[in-house]
């Protein structure tokens, strides 16, 4: 049995693609369905989610705007291994969910446009994974297209995220001229030839460096001096810096045409680390073998109102999970029955039997189960896990309900909403429940949260913007002082945690220089980029 748990975690992979929006996590991800014959044509992630009719008010959101909110895990074989994507939420905004689904993966994948580099979304995601000294693979896409300046990029990377980029392919062409790629670890050229639309794997065949001088010409004595040049500047792949997150290895693609998607996949199975034994909140450690463990890392409402279920996503921490076994919840020490407990693919639900560390699996009917809270098996020694830090809003908005006669509602639905962590709620010592202080990290947790209060709680809401800008964290002894002075507010989460709200960074800046006393703790992961 503990060899069985040994043996499954070892052959998991969990990790997340982040991506600014547009540089191609989506059409990656069906790739690599399709090389983990997951999928028989591409293109059925993107169809799946935007075809389908409206099941719910929830679904319909989704759809008017055109995303996907709900956070989905995939898992796939692939090669003697067991693959689980979880699918961080791909839209223009941003939103904690994010860096939920963060905190439940040993590692991810860095998606760049090759044309574009490192934007803002990236830079803002890569400062999160940093945080969590998580690893950290670099795959330049859109190679098949004109790009950037190769070396250009490599800078670029070390520049702006302090790390060394270390290529582990190298392409063959100019972005937009591309032919295949070079793998530095072994010199071995693998040549690419296109299908239409990617839709199957593309064929590709190992040619040797006669060959390759012969046949690519100068695309050929280009890429074997820069590979050269690379050899020279030692920009070598190195595993244990990469576990660390002090270097990216870096790989270049097009997740298109499928050149170079078997490559990083093969590297995700090779390099990324399996899971193993997880740090404990009283400081210790579950060890991977220990009796079934997993902590709530999402927690979704009402996907399907009728039923007005509620799904807790879980990563298996330790031991076993079968299905119908009843677990202990930690924060209410009460019991948890496991019989509903599914898997998603893509949209679809299917039911799970028995799960192993790194997996993910999804608790429906989950009613008093929040983002952190740790779910084991109480045959073994109990266990909490380190909260999930929650991230420095960045926007703030003032709610009150439209109609005074709904205010239980209204009330009722906040409570829920902050519970849930749709948006950080933040409260007046004077106002109060009436009109709280709306903190999210994106602005489309806001849509969210008016959409589920009328819609879920029948409390139409009213949001108004607030002028605050930036948040620090805050202690009861600041709060006297920091009270006293215009264009700042404090304000109480329901943990207690008290913030200062500050009208600009410049105001901020002010106050931190004129009263070094004070307690003004930046968080984790914020304002790094718009
Ligand atoms: P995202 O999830 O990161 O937002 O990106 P997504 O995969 O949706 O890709 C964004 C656009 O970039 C899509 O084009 C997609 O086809 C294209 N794309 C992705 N990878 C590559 C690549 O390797 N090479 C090239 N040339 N294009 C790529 P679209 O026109 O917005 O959508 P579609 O109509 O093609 O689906």
Redesign the pocket.
């Known amino acids: 049995m503990t060899h069985d748990v040994i043996a499954e975690a070892a052959r998991r992979r969990t990790f997340a693609i982040i ?12 790739k690599f369905l399709l090389y983990g014959g997951a999928l028989t044509g591409a293109g059925s992630v ?1 169809a799946r989610s935007g075809g389908r009719a409206a099941a719910s008010d929830w679904m319909e959101l989704e759809q008017k705007r055109g995303i996907s909110i709900s956070s989905t895990a995939l898992q796939f074989p692939y090669r003697d291994a067991a693959v689980n994507l979880l699918d961080t939420p ?1 839209h223009r905004d941003f939103s904690e969910d994010t860096y939920r689904v963060l905190a439940a993966c040993d590692a991810a994948i860095m ?1 760049l ?1 090759a044309a574009k580099g490192i934007e803002p979304q990236t830079l803002k995601l890569f400062e999160v994974c940093r945080e969590r000294r998580m690893p950290l693979l670099t795959f330049f ?5 004109p790009g950037r300046e190769i070396l250009e990029l490599l800078d670029e990377i070390e520049q702006l995220l302090g790390i060394p980029a270390t290529p582990v392919t190298w392409p063959v062409g100019i972005a937009g001229d591309f032919r295949g790629v070079v793998d530095r670890r072994d010199g071995t050229y693998t040549r690419y030839t296109r299908v239409a639309r990617g839709a199957q794997i593309a064929p590709e065949e190992e040619v040797e460096p006669a060959r390759a001088a012969a046949e690519e010409g100068d695309a050929w004595t280009t890429a074997q001096e820069e590979l050269e040049l690379l050899h020279e500047i030692g920009a070598d792949l190195d595993v244990a810096s990469f576990r660390r997150n002090e270097s990216t290895p870096a790989f270049f ?5 499928n ?1 170079g998607v078997a490559k990083l996949l093969d590297a995700v199975i090779d390099l990324v680390p399996p899971p193993t034994d997880r740090p404990t909140a009283d400081g210790g450690t579950r060890p991977i073998d220990a009796p079934f463990s997993g902590f709530v890392f999402k927690v979704q409402a009402n996907m399907d109102p009728a039923h007005r279920d509620r799904i807790a996503f879980l990563r298996v921490c330790s031991g076993r999970f079968e299905r119908g076994m009843v677990v202990t919840h930690d924060r209410t020490g009460k019991p948890f029955a496991t019989k509903y407990a599914a898997t998603l693919f893509g949209q679809d639900r299917s039911t799970v039997e028995e799960a192993y560390p790194g997996d993910v699996i999804g608790l429906v009917n989950a009613t008093d189960v929040r983002v952190g809270d740790a779910l084991y098996d109480p045959t073994g020694p109990p266990v909490s896990f380190p909260p999930i830090p929650s991230f420095a809003p960045e926007h703030f908005m003032t709610a009150r309900v439209r109609d005074t006669g709904r205010f239980k509602q209204f009330r009722r639905g906040v409570a829920q909403l902050d519970e849930e962590g749709v948006v950080q709620v933040l409260r007046d010592r004077d106002l109060g429940d009436q009109a709280p202080v709306l903190a999210a990290v994106g602005r489309l947790q806001f849509e969210v949260a008016v959409h589920r209060l009328e819609h879920e709680f029948g409390a139409p809401t009213e949001l108004s913007a607030t002028s605050y800008r930036v948040a620090r964290r805050t202690d009861e002894t600041s709060e006297t002082e920091l009270r006293r002075m215009r264009g700042v507010a404090v304000l109480q989460r329901a943990d207690g945690t008290r913030f200062a709200l500050f009208e600009s960074p410049y105001w901020l800046e002010r106050v931190e220089q004129d009263h070094p006393d004070l307690l003004l703790e930046r968080l984790v992961a914020e304002g790094t980029a718009g």
Do not use: C, I, Q, Y
Request: aromatic share 8%.
């Open positions: 991506s600014h929006p547009d540089a191609g996590k989506t059409t990656l991800t069906e993107k791909g998606v446009d896409n859109k190679w098949d297209r693609g097009s997740a298109l045409t050149f």
